[in-house]
């Protein structure tokens, strides 16, 4: 190469040789010549030296490696995809979604190439034609819009790297570090061009620009902007778009829409000089006007189901942490950045149709809400020491998790926190804290008492004694009564504030009192409802309440008593099991289950009362009973039986897990006779997936709600396996339907339906557990908290809080042809004989007496199965008494 060098040297020495015409001399024959010639050369040399050097020093100057521009840093959002393929909502980081080449929008190709480098498929990375130009018409020439001499690669290059911040640094070093950051983009361009199609970094571009507004890419850009698909995109909105790309803020349609427009027009004047499009095209165009009238910044609680999509998350972190769903390099999949697509069974009309319905019962339930507690205050009202502790402490709280709590506690106490900290090691500390160690303070051994009580943890009660000897208690005492009295002040002074409005489910502007928002907000009423189709297990809609952007916790996965809801699963064990006869009748009486009986080992006797303390005397068979939600049956079924063990033990088969425990410890179906009658707690979602089995001629099948996961590159990574299993024999099930017919029908629908309502105690709990012959819908209605509740049976009952929801919801569906209800759809009868007489006066006519309580059967239930082995402590007293709404539907 050297050679070369001297080579063409030698050439530029004799190409110099001009005759001086006054001398006939040649400037070579002068000396002063060739020693400027030599140092022009040589300055010339070593600057292209120095270059390489300069780049070949930046190759170690943190530049990305070939397999990180093989495997770029795009964050892109996961995808939830509902079942026709529409989408849900997204997961995300930063909200993109990757559009390959092959599906970006034509007229964005012809748009980009033509303002931002027309020269793309002519260069390898660097335009140094385009650079010239530049040089000369702005230094030279001084013309501002000389165009810009960055290639589409060169701009890819610097949004793959971060740049350092000039803020604070001299002029020398702005312009020493704008030259190396400009060769380390030259030098990821040209590794680029390698590594990459020209065609693949256009995407690779346009899917990296952040158009603002959390808009990342031109996907999610078009959806921001115009309300649609990228491919559905206008020219005059293709241009508005990569007119953004000069300056995204600058350029904005939604800040400085006269400043985009006038971009606008400059792009479509280019893609006009490049022959896209004809002048009378153009002078069309340019005449538009910007529409962004669709300009909607998407946020995580836009569009569907919601509160479906806040569960969804938390199931697929639990399910991408076993280890067989690790990626290839053993790490796990991150659903806000790997761009997963969940396939979901979620249909949208049925979604649609629940939250309108939801909307619309919540309304009418919370204007009754209101009503009653007008002239009383629920954190007070009949409440005993002991109660009014426990909603005081439960109202406290709420105020802790405020941001006024959060600033005022930092304000007091972070310096001295840290100080602490420094003292005698890692805390969490809180106003709980400092007032229990004032109690203790007051009343020497108040802190044993609460960790004997198990109101505190041991380390909660060793740092409450580390904190009480530290030399910093006394400053601690001082600052948490300034404090204290502060966030009094702060909570009860009425402020100008946003808060939800039940009326129009949307927020109102009022004056009040911090303290009073939160009572306001924490006395609505919300609702949980989940639907299910019995036969294939696919959760067609799912609402966890009243509106997530104030009521962020979801009650389809809440577990609450459950009241009457469970009855049926009494009657068809009994039915079933038993030999019971939907026919025969029993008295509604009082019965009492004796203490320390063989069968039950209760302490102490139980006699549990009908909802309203009443017992007519009258005989009632099992269509009766059922219908007027007898509590008194109830119990009589479960006392010939002899055990709850069957009753359990078809539950575990329904999908209910009899041996899963509650977070106390205990049994979440335990084995008192107290759960006849509504005693456990569960979910809408495990309680609607049991009832499939009686939509499902006795099969139950198992509800699911992702049917596949697909990663970025289309490998599924999850398949949902359907489970079912025969819970039930079609004939009894089929006696079931008969029995919930007349107590669960629906008025105001066409389709044939079934069901059970519930009540719990003080009316804390509404449920209707209702379906047809295609669908099973659950619903628990009720407060955040026991308190929030109704007074009555009127208001509070199951009949009324949550089974006008199922109405409404159902009639929407019949209503429109596209949900594809069919209203004379009807319950199947097995073939051949049920072994079970339906018509009660046939099988009086039979009997000789149809009143069991006359007829004692003999207790013939078989033993407990093996899952049932491990026992569950006794209760030390009588189980609670669960009394359950007459509902008189």
Same mark, same amino acid.
């Given at each position: ?24 001399? !040649? ?17 010339? &040399? =070593? ?20 397999? *990180? &521009? ?11 995809? $509902? ?7 997204? /997961? ?48 030279? &020439? ?18 793959? /790297? *971060? ?38 970094? =256009? ?56 400043? $985009? ?58 399910? /991408? ?32 149709? $629940? ?22 205050? #629920? ?57 229990? =160690? ?12 609460? &960790? ?180 008194? =049956? ?35 179906? #335990?084995?008192? #006779? ?97 379906? !047809? ?117």
């Amino acid at each position: 190469m050297w050679n070369k060098v001297k080579e063409i040297w030698g050439s530029l020495r004799q190409n110099f040789k001009l005759t001086d015409i006054s001398s006939g001399e !040649t400037n070579t024959d002068k000396p002063w010549f060739m020693n400027a010639i030599n140092l022009i050369w040589k300055v010339v &040399l =070593i600057g292209i030296a120095a270059f390489y050097l300069i780049l070949l020093l930046l190759t170690f100057d943190n530049l990305p490696t070939f397999e *990180e &521009l093989e495997n770029p840093n795009y964050n892109q959002a996961s995808l939830v995809l $509902a079942n026709d393929g529409s989408t849900l909502g997204k /997961f995300y980081n930063e909200n993109r979604e990757f559009v390959k080449y092959d599906s970006l929008n034509p007229n964005l190709i012809k748009a980009l190439l033509s303002t931002e480098d027309s020269r793309f498929y002519q260069h390898s990375g660097i335009d140094f034609q385009a650079l010239a130009r530049v040089a000369v018409k702005t230094l030279l &020439l001084s013309q501002d819009e000389s165009g810009g001499g960055s290639t589409i690669t060169q701009q890819l290059a610097k949004l793959l /790297f *971060e740049r350092p911040s000039l803020k604070g640094r001299s002029k020398i070093t702005k312009i020493f570090m704008m030259v190396r950051i400009k060769l380390k983009e030259w030098l990821v361009a040209i590794k680029l061009e390698r590594r990459y199609t020209k065609e693949q970094i =256009i995407s690779l571009y346009l899917n990296k620009f952040d158009f603002i507004f959390e808009a990342h890419g031109i996907q999610t850009a078009s959806q921001t902007y115009f309300g649609k698909n990228q491919k559905d995109l206008s020219l005059e909105e293709c241009a508005t778009l990569i007119g953004m790309l000069k300056n995204p803020t600058l350029y904005n349609p939604r800040k400085f829409p006269d400043l $985009a427009k006038e971009r606008r027009n400059t792009v479509l004047a280019l893609i006009n000089q490049k022959g896209h499009i004809t002048d009378t095209e153009f002078q069309k165009l340019i005449a538009s006007d910007l529409d962004v009238s669709s300009f909607k910044r998407e946020t995580h609680i836009d569009g569907l189901a919601p509160y479906f999509r806040a569960e969804l998350g938390k199931w697929l972190k639990a399910l /991408f942490s076993d280890p067989k769903f690790l990626k290839a390099d053993g790490t796990s999949y991150n659903i806000y950045e790997d761009g997963l697509k969940i396939y979901t069974t979620i249909d949208p009309l049925n979604q649609k149709y $629940a939250e309108e319905a939801a909307v619309e019962h919540m309304k009418n339930i919370q204007k009754s809400y209101f009503n009653v507690w007008s002239n009383n205050d #629920p954190w007070k009202f009949e409440a005993d020491e002991n109660q009014l502790k426990i909603r005081t402490e439960a109202l406290q709280n709420l105020v802790r998790e405020t941001d006024r709590y959060y600033q005022l506690w930092q304000k007091y106490f972070s310096k001295v926190h840290s100080i602490l900290e420094k003292e005698i090691g890692d805390i969490d500390i809180n106003d709980r804290t400092i007032v229990r =160690i004032i109690n203790e303070e007051k009343t020497p051994g108040f802190l044993k008492d609460e &960790l004997k009580k198990k109101n505190i943890t041991k380390i909660q009660f060793d740092i409450s004694n580390k904190i009480k000897a530290s030399k910093q208690w006394n400053a601690l005492k001082k600052l948490y009564a300034k404090f204290d009295e502060e966030l009094k002040q702060q909570m009860t002074i009425s402020v100008k504030m946003t808060i939800y409005d039940y009326v129009t489910n949307g927020e109102k502007e009022v004056t009040m009192s911090p303290l009073d928002s939160i009572k306001h907000h924490r006395k609505h009423l919300q609702i949980g409802s989940v639907a299910v189709n019995p036969h294939t297990g696919e959760v067609k809609s799912w609402v966890g309440g009243t509106n997530f952007k104030y009521f962020k916790y979801d009650h389809v996965n809440s577990r609450r008593q459950v009241g009457s809801t469970f009855k049926p699963f009494v009657y068809a064990t009994a039915i079933a099991f038993q030999g019971i006869q939907p026919c025969d009748e029993f008295q509604d009486i009082q019965y009492t289950i004796p203490a320390n009986d063989k069968d039950f080992g209760l302490p102490e006797a139980w006699s549990p009362g009908n909802a309203k303390e009443s017992f007519t005397g009258k005989n009632y068979n099992l269509f009766n009973a059922l219908a007027e939600s007898k509590n008194s =049956i109830t119990v009589r079924l479960v006392m010939l039986l002899g055990s709850v063990s069957q009753i359990r033990g078809l539950l575990h088969n329904m999908g209910i897990d009899s041996t899963a425990k509650r977070r106390d410890g205990g049994l979440l179906i #335990p084995k008192f #006779p107290s759960i006849v009658l509504g005693s456990s707690e569960l979910s809408a979602f495990e309680m609607t997936g049991a009832y499939t089995t009686f939509a499902n001629n006795g099969v139950y099948v198992k509800p699911y709600f992702v049917s596949k996961v697909v990663d970025k590159n289309g490998k599924v990574i999850y398949q949902n396996t359907a489970h079912q299993n025969q819970a039930l024999a079609a004939n009894f099930n089929y006696v079931m339907i008969q029995l919930m017919q007349r107590s669960g029908q629906a008025y105001g629908v066409k389709s044939h339906t079934a069901g059970k309502t519930g009540t719990t105690n003080d009316y804390v709990d509404g449920w209707f557990m209702g379906f !047809t012959p295609n669908l099973v819908v659950g619903t628990w209605v009720g407060g955040e908290d026991p308190w929030i509740r109704f007074l009555s049976l009127e208001t509070g009952q199951g009949g009324v809080m949550a089974k006008p929801f199922f109405a409404k919801y159902l009639s929407k569906l019949e209503n429109d042809p596209a949900c594809g209800i069919d209203i004379s759809s009807q319950f199947p009868r097995p073939p051949g004989d049920l072994g079970v007489e339906l018509n009660c006066d046939l099988y009086k006519s039979m009997m000789p007496s149809t009143n069991m309580d006359n007829n004692m059967l003999p207790n013939n239930t078989p033993k407990e199965d093996e899952i049932f082995e491990e026992e569950e402590e006794q209760p030390k007293k009588t189980p609670q008494k669960d009394e359950e709404d007459e509902n008189q539907e």
